[in-house]
Nanobody
């Protein structure tokens, strides 16, 4: 069974930075593609970033490209989302997801999800 636990959310002023972490508890982290999605109040869940199982390929939503960086540390079973130059519109609950297949922008590709961590960016 795979359990994903996010951490690192919080309240930050616009222009600030946060680093989110997602700990993967299962045995198959190194063979899993990983991603971050987010959901703002009253809106659908949106793709943010993804990283392939090898770590060699990353994908980003246009809205975060150049500001956010996804990375993984297989020794720690952890995927990270470094968020810089945060904007009020980045306010959302951020979810970590894992996939045994390919990664992409569609949430149906992912089999396991974390409970989410809240990020609030004040103006």
């Amino acid at each position: 069974q795979v359990l994903l636990v996010e951490s690192g959310g919080g309240l930050v002023q616009a222009g600030g930075s946060l680093r989110l972490s997602c700990l993967h508890s299962g045995r198959f982290f190194s063979s899993s593609g990983m991603a971050w999605f987010r959901q703002a109040p009253g809106q659908e869940r949106d793709f943010v970033a993804a990283i392939s199982l090898s770590g060699s390929t990353t994908y980003y939503a246009d809205s975060v490209k150049g500001r956010f960086t996804i990375s993984r540390d297989d020794a720690k079973n952890t995927v990270y989302l470094q968020m810089n130059s945060l904007l009020p519109e980045d306010t959302a609950v951020y979810y970590c997801a894992s996939s045994f297949a390919r990664v992409g922008v569609t949430d149906s590709l992912y089999q396991h999800w974390g409970q989410g961590t809240q990020v609030i960016v004040s103006s």
